[in-house]
């Protein structure tokens, strides 16, 4: 038997041993596609963790002014982020546009973005962007409290006033959604470990209502099930667009004073230090930064622009107005922690 | 009897691709090696040795008890009255009972958690998977229940055994390796399974995994984690050779039993007949209600039937080069396994299902980590997402060709080495063509997983490839069900046609056949 199986054996372990070595070098390819001299043209690779719904307009508007074409892969922020992280210089992304800006982090702190010219940077407040400069907040949403007039009389003015036993069973939210966890984290940030447990225990002694998306929790606090929600700001305007005004009775509550629960976290764009073709990339980032990109999401995803000079959709409180919780939303990627102190409180698992 | 003895040379044009295939099957555990130790060794310890780590597993290894034992009892029942009673509509039954398999689980959990939020949690998450993998069981007892001599159990009942004693230690005993091959792949499922528990809010293993990319952007932990995993699945599939026992080594011919005529009492039918109603209602009524009932809602977008049909397409194109590609890798695995009964060929077969207790991110990650190294010019690309499915699949496969070779007689081997045929020969003439109804059955149980995959085909699809599993993922993800319904509706249906031809080739392939020679009276090797 011996015999027979001393050469399968040694292909396998050949085959074993290529893979690995392998694995230790790696080869770069180049596309054909770069022109770094005057006007970016070409194909650019874009790994968004946005959904594909939602980007596509734009980036097909931008296809069409400048000729450059786009390869869109859309997932998750997260695992395009352990994507990248795993392609490492190899990959064949030149721009991640990122849902949020933990994903950002994890990326810039890889060390697989290339820094972005100043001239793009100081478009964007210092709080919607990278303290390195490799990564751009494009969009910012809010943090609010959705709440049915019929149902709610009295706006608490902190998420602190969720607490109150008056609010108990009242409250929606929905605990695997990402957004709903970065608030977590910040509150981990502002209030430190043991302030955040506080609040979370209070709050889950409150007997929150549970639902899958955030579009479940709008819903149900539109339809009186429950008298209010916490979610993001844009929720709302999107349930008017589908319905219209009239179908429609919830309000956004925004808790102001840099509470916690009014924070702002933004969808961005970093470019890839691997890229052969970032003067296409960085065309695209100030595509999205231009006065056209910012109204595009100010008006299709009622997100809030960034820049000066265009305004929020109308009805919108201005962020000035939410006066949001100072924080470095790099500090935002550890929502691992944040994780497994929400299954610890009993508010994540089942 | 030389074929059914251990220690066989297994021939070299067998052997070298069938360890081929084991190496396809180990690239995760390369990339996972490669990876968990990027940090140090140290690291590795410090990431397995956490508390929650081992709350995890707790939780994960009561899921897959639960599910698993639900599953066989299910799935043995299911088999058990779809072939011995005399219902009538017995193949439409079966083949209704295998349709669960086409819905995928993390929508049939979307579906239920959607109607009854308050099932989130482990009963949640174990009747989910319990209806969607008791096929699993269902189809290879079946298959063996009907393959079983009724000669057998009349000598059995002549002798004053009685019918529990005969179900017990007659039955059951010959069909046990088909229930713990089926309990197996089960369990293994289960073990990777992150849709059905993320939408039940379930905390098991696959949640620090998939916590690990998505919010600690963290592979090498992800890596670490998954081992603990990959080496649960190595004491899962150590046990079910241990269950499975010899008697899989050799089994009565499918041509010596004889058709069987027996009546069922009128209470008995109407009981099993109730059972299957309530099985099909939970198992196909309330996803597929669920879905139509999301056609219905408000949505910003009219459906897109072209869309819908294009996505058709390219899960259908997916689905069926994964299909070929798995049935030709699996196949020299399934003869060896089953035909050339040694420590090798066992160790081989056993190698092909570690990777089925991974997470499909687990899979895609470590395709692009080799992809992206050594097959560049296929990265992003059909081979790539083809081979990290091939990877997933493999063990169904193996599994549906091992099965149905070990139900055919060796003899007729002997009579083509008797007649003189060389040992190819003999493979090409006759083993693949007993095979013929479990290759089948290998390619349609893969071509309709592959069509439901969501999370490599995500990562690894070539870029503006939008197979309805994607459309489905991508819809869901803005939460538009009313988009996400016409997507899912044809998801269904599409892999209804693979799971009925699946059924079907399963009955086919263990009809009893009358048969000229004298009724054997050898009893199986136990």
């Known amino acids: 038997m011996m015999k027979t199986l001393r050469l399968p054996v040694f292909a396998a372990a050949a085959l074993l041993a290529t893979v690995a070595l392998g694995a230790c070098g790696s080869n770069d390819s180049a596309d054909t596609s770069a022109d770094t001299s005057g006007e970016a043209t070409g194909t650019i690779t874009v790994y968004s963790g946005r959904s594909e719904e939602l980007v596509k307009p734009i980036l097909d508007q931008f296809s069409d002014e400048t000729g450059i074409e786009i390869e869109l892969r859309a997932g998750d922020s997260g695992e395009l982020a352990a994507l990248l992280l795993t392609e490492g210089d190899a990959s064949p992304a030149d721009l991640f546009f990122s849902q949020d800006a933990g994903a950002l982090g994890a990326v810039e702190d890889a060390g697989l973005f290339a820094d972005l010219p100043e001239a793009t940077l100081s478009l964007v407040d210092p709080a919607y962007r990278s303290a390195n400069g490799t990564w751009v907040g494009t969009s910012g949403r809010a943090r609010v409290m959705i709440y049915n007039p019929e149902l709610v009389t009295e706006l608490p003015e902190s998420i602190d006033g969720l607490l109150d036993p008056s609010w108990s069973g009242k ?135 960034l820049i000066e000079g265009v305004a929020p959709t109308d009805g919108l409180k201005t962020l000035e107005e939410i006066d949001p919780p100072t924080i470095d939303l790099s500090d935002l990627k550890s929502i691992e922690a944040t994780q497994e102190l929400l299954a610890d409180v009993g508010l994540l698992t089942k | 009897m030389l074929i059914a003895r251990r220690h066989v040379r297994v021939p070299w044009p067998l052997a070298v691709p069938a360890v081929a295939a084991a190496v396809i099957a180990l690239i995760p555990l390369v990339y996972l090696v490669v990876e968990a130790f990027s940090r140090g060794a140290a690291n590795v310890w410090d990431e397995i040795f956490q508390a929650r780590t081992w709350d995890l597993v707790r939780n994960s290894f009561l899921l897959t008890a639960v599910v698993t034992a639900a599953s066989v009892v299910l799935g043995t029942g299911g088999a058990w009255v779809t072939t011995r009673f005399a219902l009538p509509g017995k193949t439409l039954i079966l083949v209704l009972l295998t349709l669960p398999l086409a819905i995928p689980s993390y929508l049939s959990a979307f579906a239920w958690i959607s109607w009854q939020p308050q099932l989130a949690g482990f009963w949640g998450a174990a009747i989910v998977l319990t209806f969607a993998c008791f096929p699993y069981v269902l189809l290879p007892v079946a298959a063996a229940l009907r393959g079983l001599d009724p000669a057998q159990e009349e000598v059995a009942r002549s002798l004053g055994k009685t019918p529990q004693q005969i179900a017990s230690e007659l039955v059951l005993r010959q069909v046990r390796p088909s229930i713990t091959a089926g309990a197996l792949l089960v369990a293994l499922y289960v073990l990777s399974d992150f849709g059905a528990v993320a939408a039940m809010r379930y905390e098991t293993f696959t949640w620090v995994i998939y916590g690990a990319y998505r919010a600690g952007f963290n592979p090498s932990r992800a890596a670490i984690l998954s081992m603990v995993l990959v080496s649960a699945a190595a ?16 089994r009565l011919g499918s041509g010596v039993a004889r058709v069987d005529r027996r009546t069922t009492r009128v209470g008995a039918k109407i009981a099993a007949l109730g059972g299957v109603a309530a099985v099909l209602g939970v198992g196909l009524g309330v996803p597929v209600a669920s879905v139509i009932s999301w056609m219905g809602r408000d949505t910003q977008r009219d459906v897109q039937w072209s869309e819908v049909m294009t996505a058709v397409g390219d899960s259908f194109i997916v689905g069926l080069l994964t299909a ?56 992003q690309e059909l081979p790539l997402l083809v081979l990290g499915q ?36 003999t493979i090409l003439r006759v083993t693949i063509p007993l095979a013929l109804p479990g290759i089948g059955a290998a390619a349609a149980m893969t071509l309709l997983n592959a069509m439901k995959e969501l999370p490599t085909t995500l990562l690894l699809r070539p870029t503006g490839w939008e197979t309805l599993a994607t459309s489905i993922w991508k819809y869901s993800t803005v939460s538009d069900y009313a988009a996400v319904g016409p997507y899912a509706l044809a998801l269904m249906l599409l892999a209804a046609l693979p799971t009925a031809v699946l059924s079907g080739l399963t009955l086919l392939r263990s009809q009893p056949r009358p048969h000229h020679s004298p009724v054997t009276t050898e009893a199986p090797l136990s």
């Open chain 1, 171 to 305: 409250i929606g939210y929905a605990p695997t959604n990402a957004s709903w966890q970065s608030f977590v984290t910040a509150l981990r940030v502002l209030r430190g470990e043991e302030g955040a447990r506080t609040w979370l225990e209070g709050f889950a002694a409150n007997k929150p209502v549970a639902y899958e998306k955030n579009a479940a929790v709008r819903d149900a606090v539109n339809a009186g099930e429950v008298a209010a929600g916490l979610i993001n700001h844009y929720y709302l305007y999107e349930k008017i667009a589908a319905e219209g005004a009239d179908a429609v009775v919830a309000k956004n509550h925004y808790f102001t004073n840099q509470d916690p629960g009014s924070l702002v976290n933004v969808a961005g764009v970093g470019i890839l230090a691997g890229s052969d073709n970032s003067a296409a990339a960085q065309a695209l980032v100030d595509y999205l930064l231009s006065k056209t990109g910012q109204s595009f999401f100010s008006e299709t995803t009622f997100e809030y622009p």
């Open chain 2, 235 to 250: 004491v899962l599939v150590i046990l079910e050779s241990r269950a499975r026992g010899r008697a899989g080594a050799s």
């Open chain 2, 324 to 379: 070929i590609a798995t049935v030709l890798i699996a196949l020299p695995v399934g003869i060896a396994a089953a035909r050339y009964a040694s420590r090798f060929s066992s160790v081989v077969e056993r190698t092909t299902y570690v990777s089925h207790a991974l997470p499909g991110i687990v899979i895609a990650i470590s395709v692009v980590f080799v992809g992206i190294r050594l097959l560049r010019p296929w990265y």
């Open chain 2, 390 to 425: 091939v990877v997933i699949f493999l063990p169904l496969a193996v599994a549906a060709i091992r099965n149905s070779i070990e139900q055919s007689s060796p003899r007729m081997e002997e009579v083509a080495h008797s007649l003189g045929a060389g040992t190819m020969a």
